[in-house]
């Protein structure tokens, strides 16, 4: 769905000197299922994604709401245990926390509005991690958005099931976003962006949506 | 207890429509949010007295029928006397029997959920006695025939306005200022006379202590305490779970409770009360011991967190989608983020099947949750009871093959191209369209990642 943030997170992972390797047989991590109230559906695709990546030093995902899921829910609402669980990280959580690195070398000069989404923020924890490698990239502008930390209404199936309010969050979201003058808005997680950017679009807003990986990738 | 007369969705559509509540709304819980940010983050030991908070609620729960049956020994003891409701008739039975004893005809009650949970008001009426809601808020609602919206700040719903005129139709005709003083005063005359001359009052209870059965009761108004002393009996109903073990228990709780509800360090009034006391208080004191769906939920091992529950209204001021609903969406009188756990565990899933889809999993209600009820992880666990239930056919279907598709690369990657034709699409057919109502999909990749690669 989203190829430009797998392909950035490759891009800035090998430009630090590692290898990646991508197990073809990976599929879906199963948070569909689990978040919309088919845990079973969701457990065969954990045990499918132990199966794939159980033998990594580090499995890196360019989005938080995954990695949660994986890291936090499995063992949480699965009930699963492994040991590939804990090695699972958000990809500027994996920069800065794992590799200690907190400037990549980017240039991308834009002002750029940072979303911390739900996830990234409250289950997977990134912490300043994103920010403190935004802040290193040459050129670029960061801009505060009012009441950052709200969801923009996405939430998965939510987004269909209960169409009005997402879009009533959604709105006060574009309409914060808008409000800094931002030429990008960008975000941990493909989902949230694919709603906020659907949101922009409609309301005929110059900002678009672009993944972290991506801004790293710029150079 | 009520059951939701229809769907969230269906309810949520009507309430967004009013742009006056949503002013309304976001203006008090935003106050709200940022008086509870303040309070807390002053307080170095909060995280150690949320934990301490969790793990006496978790004793209570692992103890419960124990701890019952000391705090029931310790009433009875003081000179209580202790009535076990297995169900709202119940327990309104107990009321109105102790009122018609007195030969009172009304009754004075101080805010409790607890008695709007089980209707106590209307089993009242039936009973020819008329009960008189004695809380700023509650007071306003009942004088309109409305009900609350939110935990603490039931007409969170109304602004001063509406009440101003509200009053001039019914206790201060003639008002003119909405101030709130002035509102406040004519409220205060009315009431007063009716405190003086009630024979019987009604509480609920923030908390039960089953060491010494002492019943504490925090408040804003001093109508609470009003309705505890004044009158020569008194009723108090509580749910078995509000118990604590001991004493001590409340130097956490009464630390926890007033930050996170009202962002106070304290509460104005708080009442503590151990049976009676000759000469000082009621003269008889009935405690009425509600179960309600409470044993049922404590049943299911993963939903009895919503038992720790002391009622704060945190997760309310914090909730994007109470924020923009409002209480009345959730057609329940436990509204929010905590409603939309504990409700369907109370009345039976079926009944409310979906309240747990009213979130999207933000997860900020945990984050401020004073006992630390894991809200998001409850409402996955009620998603799977509720699909068991009530999830349509199709819905069923829909998830059965996208996990198949999920499970073998080569299908998943043909899905993933079938993907990328519909977001060409400027609508989405069937129940995806409910996306492309508010927002464009972004076109599609020439190439998925996985081709990329591959």
Same mark, same amino acid.
């Given at each position: 769905?989203?190829?430009?943030?797998?392909?950035?997170?490759?891009?800035?992972?090998?430009?630090?000197?590692?290898?990646?390797?991508?197990?073809?047989?990976?599929?879906?991590?199963?948070? %569909?299922?689990?978040?919309?109230?088919? &845990?079973?559906?969701?457990?065969?695709?954990?045990?499918?994604?132990?199966?794939?990546?159980?033998?990594?030093?580090?499995?890196?995902? &360019?989005?938080?709401?995954?990695?949660?899921?994986?890291?936090?829910?499995?063992?949480?609402?699965?009930?699963?245990?492994? &040991?590939?669980?804990?090695?699972? #990280?958000?990809?500027?959580?994996?920069?800065?926390?794992?590799?200690?690195?907190?400037?990549?070398?980017?240039?991308?000069?834009?002002?750029?509005?940072?979303?911390?989404?739900?996830?990234?923020?409250? @289950?997977?924890?990134?912490?300043?991690?994103?920010?403190?490698? @935004?802040?290193?990239?040459?050129?670029?502008?960061?801009?505060?958005?009012?009441?950052?930390?709200?969801?923009?209404? #996405?939430?998965?199936? #939510?987004?269909?099931?209960?169409?009005?309010?997402?879009?009533? %969050? *959604?709105?006060?979201?574009?309409?914060?976003?808008?409000?800094?003058?931002?030429?990008?808005?960008?975000? @941990?997680?493909?989902?949230?962006? @694919?709603?906020?950017?659907?949101? *922009?679009?409609?309301?005929?807003?110059?900002?678009? &949506?672009?993944?972290?990986?991506?801004?790293?990738?710029?150079? | 207890?009520?059951?939701?007369?229809?769907?969230?969705?269906?309810? +949520?559509?009507?309430?967004?429509?009013?742009?006056?509540?949503?002013?309304?709304?976001?203006?008090?819980?935003?106050?709200?949010?940022?008086?509870?940010?303040?309070?807390?983050?002053?307080?170095?030991?909060?995280?150690?007295?949320?934990? /301490?908070?969790?793990?006496?609620?978790?004793?209570?729960? =692992?103890?419960?029928?124990?701890?019952?049956?000391?705090?029931?020994?310790?009433?009875?003891?003081?000179?209580?006397?202790?009535?076990?409701?297995?169900?709202?008739?119940? =327990?309104?039975?107990?009321? =109105?029997?102790? /009122?018609?004893?007195?030969?009172?005809?009304?009754?004075?009650?101080?805010?409790?959920?607890?008695?709007?949970?089980?209707?106590?008001? $209307? +089993?009242? +009426?039936?009973?020819?006695?008329?009960?008189?809601?004695?809380?700023?808020?509650?007071?306003?609602?009942?004088? $309109?025939?409305?009900?609350?919206?939110?935990?603490?700040?039931?007409?969170?719903?109304?602004?001063?306005?509406?009440?101003?005129?509200?009053?001039?139709?019914?206790?201060?005709?003639?008002?003119?200022?909405?101030?709130?003083?002035?509102?406040?005063? /004519?409220?205060?005359?009315?009431?007063?006379?009716?405190?003086?001359?009630?024979?019987?009052?009604?509480?609920? /209870?923030?908390?039960?202590?089953?060491?010494?059965?002492?019943?504490?009761?925090?408040?804003?108004?001093?109508?609470?305490?009003?309705?505890?002393?004044?009158?020569?009996?008194?009723?108090?109903?509580?749910?078995?779970?509000?118990?604590?073990?001991?004493?001590?228990?409340?130097?956490?709780?009464?630390?926890?409770?007033?930050?996170?509800?009202?962002?106070?360090?304290?509460?104005?009034?708080?009442?503590?009360?151990?049976?009676?006391?000759?000469? $000082?208080?009621?003269?008889?004191?009935?405690?009425?011991?509600?179960?309600?769906?409470?044993?049922?939920?404590?049943? $299911?091992?993963?939903?009895?967190?919503?038992?720790?529950?002391?009622?704060?209204?945190?997760?309310?001021?914090?909730?994007?989608?109470?924020?923009?609903?409002?209480?009345?969406?959730?057609?329940?009188?436990?509204?929010?983020?905590?409603?939309?756990?504990?409700?369907?565990?109370?009345?039976?899933?079926?009944?409310?099947?979906?309240?747990?889809?009213?979130?999207?999993?933000?997860?900020?209600?945990?984050?401020?949750?004073?006992?630390?009820?894991?809200?998001?992880?409850?409402?996955?666990?009620?998603?799977?009871?509720?699909?068991?239930?009530?999830?349509?056919?199709?819905?069923?279907?829909?998830?059965?093959?996208?996990?198949?598709?999920?499970?073998?690369?080569?299908?998943?990657?043909?899905?993933?191209?079938?993907?990328?034709?519909?977001?060409?699409?400027?609508?989405?057919?069937?129940?995806?369209?409910?996306?492309?109502?508010?927002?464009?999909?972004?076109?599609?990749?020439?190439?998925?990642?996985?081709?990329?690669?591959?």
């Amino acid at each position: 769905m989203f190829p430009a943030a797998g392909k950035a997170t490759v891009t800035v992972l090998e430009r630090l000197g590692h290898g990646v390797d991508f197990p073809k047989e990976q599929t879906c991590c199963g948070q %569909m299922h689990l978040n919309s109230g088919y &845990p079973d559906d969701a457990r065969r695709l954990a045990e499918r994604f132990v199966d794939v990546f159980g033998e990594y030093d580090a499995v890196v995902s &360019p989005s938080s709401s995954c990695v949660g899921t994986v890291r936090e829910l499995y063992r949480g609402a699965l009930g699963l245990e492994h &040991p590939v669980l804990g090695k699972v #990280f958000e990809l500027s959580q994996f920069l800065v926390d794992e590799l200690g690195v907190d400037d990549v070398g980017a240039a991308f000069p834009h002002r750029v509005a940072y979303h911390p989404t739900c996830h990234s923020l409250r @289950l997977t924890r990134v912490g300043e991690a994103p920010l403190r490698l @935004l802040r290193n990239v040459e050129g670029l502008e960061l801009v505060d958005v009012p009441r950052a930390e709200e969801c923009c209404g #996405f939430g998965g199936t #939510f987004s269909s099931k209960n169409a009005d309010v997402s879009s009533a %969050m *959604l709105a006060d979201k574009c309409a914060a976003i808008e409000e800094t003058g931002a030429d990008y808005c960008t975000a @941990l997680d493909g989902s949230c962006l @694919l709603h906020i950017g659907g949101g *922009l679009s409609r309301r005929g807003a110059s900002a678009r &949506p672009i993944h972290l990986a991506e801004i790293l990738a710029s150079r | 207890m009520r059951s939701p007369a229809e769907s969230f969705p269906a309810a +949520a559509r009507r309430e967004l429509a009013d742009v006056q509540l949503r002013t309304n709304l976001r203006r008090a819980t935003d106050t709200i949010r940022d008086k509870r940010e303040r309070v807390v983050s002053e307080l170095d030991d909060w995280q150690a007295l949320r934990d /301490a908070g969790s793990a006496a609620k978790v004793d209570v729960l =692992a103890n419960l029928e124990e701890y019952l049956l000391q705090f029931e020994a310790a009433v009875t003891a003081s000179g209580g006397h202790v009535h076990w409701a297995r169900d709202a008739a119940e =327990a309104c039975a107990v009321v =109105a029997e102790v /009122a018609q004893r007195h030969g009172a005809d009304s009754v004075v009650k101080m805010k409790s959920l607890t008695t709007d949970e089980i209707e106590l008001n $209307d +089993a009242l +009426a039936r009973e020819g006695i008329d009960a008189l809601e004695t809380d700023f808020a509650e007071l306003i609602l009942q004088l $309109d025939g409305d009900w609350p919206s939110h935990i603490l700040v039931p007409a969170i719903h109304r602004n001063r306005t509406e009440i101003r005129d509200l009053f001039a139709r019914t206790i201060a005709p003639g008002i003119v200022s909405d101030e709130p003083r002035d509102l406040a005063e /004519a409220a205060r005359r009315y009431l007063r006379e009716r405190f003086l001359s009630a024979q019987v009052g009604v509480s609920g /209870a923030n908390f039960g202590v089953a060491e010494t059965g002492t019943i504490c009761i925090v408040e804003s108004e001093g109508n609470g305490r009003m309705c505890t002393t004044l009158p020569p009996v008194l009723v108090t109903i509580l749910g078995i779970e509000k118990l604590l073990p001991t004493f001590a228990d409340l130097e956490v709780f009464l630390q926890l409770l007033p930050r996170s509800s009202t962002g106070e360090r304290m509460n104005p009034y708080t009442s503590l009360w151990t049976g009676v006391t000759p000469g $000082d208080g009621p003269e008889e004191l009935h405690v009425v011991l509600l179960d309600n769906g409470r044993t049922r939920v404590l049943a $299911d091992e993963v939903g009895r967190q919503a038992l720790h529950c002391i009622r704060c209204s945190a997760c309310l001021n914090v909730c994007p989608v109470y924020s923009r609903t409002g209480g009345h969406a959730y057609g329940s009188v436990y509204p929010g983020p905590i409603g939309a756990i504990l409700t369907p565990q109370l009345i039976g899933i079926e009944k409310a099947p979906t309240l747990p889809f009213a979130s999207s999993l933000c997860g900020a209600c945990y984050e401020v949750c004073p006992v630390k009820i894991d809200i998001p992880t409850v409402l996955l666990h009620l998603r799977a009871r509720a699909n068991e239930v009530k999830a349509g056919r199709l819905e069923q279907l829909a998830f059965r093959g996208a996990g198949w598709f999920m499970r073998g690369r080569r299908r998943f990657a043909a899905a993933e191209r079938l993907a990328r034709i519909g977001l060409r699409l400027r609508r989405l057919p069937g129940p995806l369209a409910a996306w492309t109502s508010s927002r464009d999909l972004p076109g599609a990749p020439e190439k998925s990642f996985r081709e990329t690669v591959e």
